[in-house]
């Protein structure tokens, strides 16, 4: 019996050219706009994409020409194979190259029989982990496969995931006291109308905060304070507060050391939002000292996790 373990995430422009795909495919899910007509999220989806797109080039041109994820996600694979040498590793992207088909094709040459699905999310959401998991299981009736399958929903509240997250803040401080430091961590958001249908995903982030900030005070990393805010808005619908900026706004004179909570991968929304235009921001709000703290990628907590999960079958749900 032939084992494969597929990692899913949402993608990221590869090229500037890209960039246009990544948003027409990513507006156009109906699990990102819920509407019910197709007609209608294909025109919304047209107008968002037509809006956004010169600007989102530019963006990802500030960080290389394409997005920071594939790379990180390439270094994630590698190390993964290496700790798991009876599995073959390979990864798929939701709304860019290489999509589902793709891995796919490589579990077949492989000759794989008993699968693994997990979605790079820490919390579920139906926009992102069930998004990823139906366009997968999708992709695989397309493909007349069918390995025994089955999927990671969550992983949040994993202990050696935390382990890898708490590194990335030590990292971060770089030997600084916590205590001088106010604590933000930062969720991409979600429409309210998204929560309120029952996604967990808010719920989740704020039962992770409260878990991160007990396993850094185990580590003696003890905050002035502690805030969870939320990043990434789009359009005049109601959204998850706090803002992330009306946050900072209160925090004039602080350091305040920014850890993304709801992301295990480096992307636009943390190297370029983060790093850059919320820095400017922090900026203008006079606040002392601003750091963000990276991703997981790849460190190697992060693989020690993704291993213990992947082989504990007990947090896994069979799927086909």
Same mark, same amino acid.
């Given at each position: ?44 989806? &047209?107008?968002?994409? #037509? ?5 989102? +080039?530019?963006?990802?041109? /500030? !960080? =290389? %020409? ?89 992983? &949040?509240?994993?202990? #050696? ?5 708490? +590194?990335?803040?030590?990292? /971060? !401080? =770089? %030997? ?93 929304? #943390? ?10 921001? /922090? ?38």
């Amino acid at each position: 019996m032939s084992k494969g373990l597929v990692l899913l995430n949402m993608g990221g422009p590869n090229n500037l050219d890209e960039v246009k795909v990544f948003l027409h495919n990513m507006f156009n899910d109906p699990n990102i706009i819920t509407v019910k007509s197709d007609l209608l999220r294909r025109f919304i989806a &047209f107008i968002i994409t #037509t809006s956004r797109t010169r600007q989102a +080039k530019e963006n990802y041109a /500030a !960080l =290389g %020409g394409k997005s920071p994820l594939v790379d990180y996600t390439k270094g994630l694979v590698a190390k993964l194979q290496e700790a798991l040498p009876d599995t073959y590793v390979t990864y798929a992207m939701r709304y860019t190259p290489p999509f589902a088909a793709s891995a796919i094709d490589e579990l077949k040459t492989h000759g794989v029989t008993q699968l693994c699905l997990l979605p790079l999310y820490p919390h579920y959401s139906t926009t992102t982990t069930k998004s990823s998991l139906e366009d997968f299981e999708e992709a695989l009736k397309k493909a007349n496969f069918a390995p025994a399958c089955t999927s990671i929903s969550r992983f &949040f509240d994993h202990p #050696t995931y935390n382990q890898s997250m708490v +590194k990335r803040v030590e990292e /971060a !401080l =770089g %030997g600084e006291d916590s205590r001088e430091y106010v604590l933000i961590f930062s969720a991409h958001s979600l429409p309210q109308k998204i929560i309120d249908a029952g996604d967990p995903y808010q719920q989740e982030v704020l039962a992770h905060a409260v878990l991160l900030k007990e396993q850094l005070r185990e580590a003696g990393l003890v905050f002035q304070a502690t805030h969870t805010a939320y990043q990434s808005k789009l359009g005049p619908v109601k959204w998850l507060t706090p803002e992330l900026g009306e946050t900072l706004k209160t925090l004039k004179g602080k350091k305040v050391l920014i850890v993304p909570i709801a992301f295990t991968i480096d992307n636009s929304e #943390t190297e370029f939002e983060l790093w850059i235009e919320y820095k400017e921001e /922090a900026e203008k709000q006079g606040i002392h000292t601003y750091k963000v703290a990276k991703c997981p990628n790849d460190h190697d907590l992060f693989v020690q996790a993704l291993r213990e999960i992947t082989q504990t079958s007990t947090q896994a749900s069979r799927i086909l």
